[in-house]
T-cell receptor
């Protein structure tokens, strides 16, 4: 079945790197997404990766995709207080209108 | 520009009221979506409009009624809601059905 798993909570010191992990079940997923949601706000598309890529880098963000293990990770370098949010991993396995979201990882930044 | 706007930001309504949520995008996207999000949960899909036609209704109660007047606008009409309908209602759009979805800021709804 379709399912996206991610840990619920991550605590990181300011200035360190944060790594948020996600596993998905459907190998037919063409695109995999990371969305960020700050308190009281909507979802912001942070980045996405096409399934024929294994890495994508955008400034402080690095996405790694291991298609064999169906594992996706988001690394945030030099984590700042403004990175405190919930991060949702998501897949679109059938390229239809339904995105499958993980439960979200709450990133907490320690001073 | 990847902006989706939603109004109002906040809404409080009684169980006998009728209200509407509005969503707008000017990116030329041809698919628009309504989601409901409860606290500490991921968004749940409610409705999808593709090329201004309702393509998905995820068994949503009839007290929620979507409308797509044109390709840029999406409304959600609310009538006789229950307190458990209190949630953040998110609108999203994508270039084409199945494409990358861009979300609005949401309307926080409280039903008393």
């Amino acid at each position: 079945g379709e399912d996206v798993e991610q840990s619920l909570f991550l605590s990181v010191r300011e200035g360190d790197s944060s790594v948020i992990n996600c596993t998905y079940t459907d190998s037919s997923s063409t695109y995999l997404y990371w969305y960020k949601q700050e308190p009281g706000a909507g979802l912001q598309l942070l980045t996405y990766i096409f399934s024929n890529m294994d890495m994508k880098q955008d400034q402080r963000l690095t996405v790694l995709l291991n298609k064999k293990d169906k594992h996706l990770s988001l690394r945030i370098a030099d984590t700042q207080t403004g990175d405190s949010a919930i991060y949702f991993c998501a897949e679109n396995p059938n390229r239809d209108d339904k995105i499958i979201f993980g439960k979200g990882t709450r990133l907490h930044i320690l001073p | 520009d990847t902006e989706v706007t939603q109004t109002p930001k906040h809404l409080v309504m009684g169980m006998t009221n009728k209200k509407s949520l509005k969503c707008e995008q000017h990116m030329g996207h041809r698919a628009m979506y309504w989601y409901k999000q409860k606290a500490k949960k991921p968004p749940e899909l409610m409705f999808v409009y593709s090329y201004e036609k309702l393509s998905i209704n995820e068994s949503v109660p009839s007290r929620f009624s979507p409308e797509c007047p044109n390709s840029s606008l999406l409304n959600l009409h609310l009538h006789a809601l229950q307190p458990e309908d209190s949630a953040l209602y998110l609108c999203a759009s994508s270039q084409d059905p199945g494409g990358t979805q861009y979300f609005g800021p949401g309307t926080r709804l409280l039903v008393l």
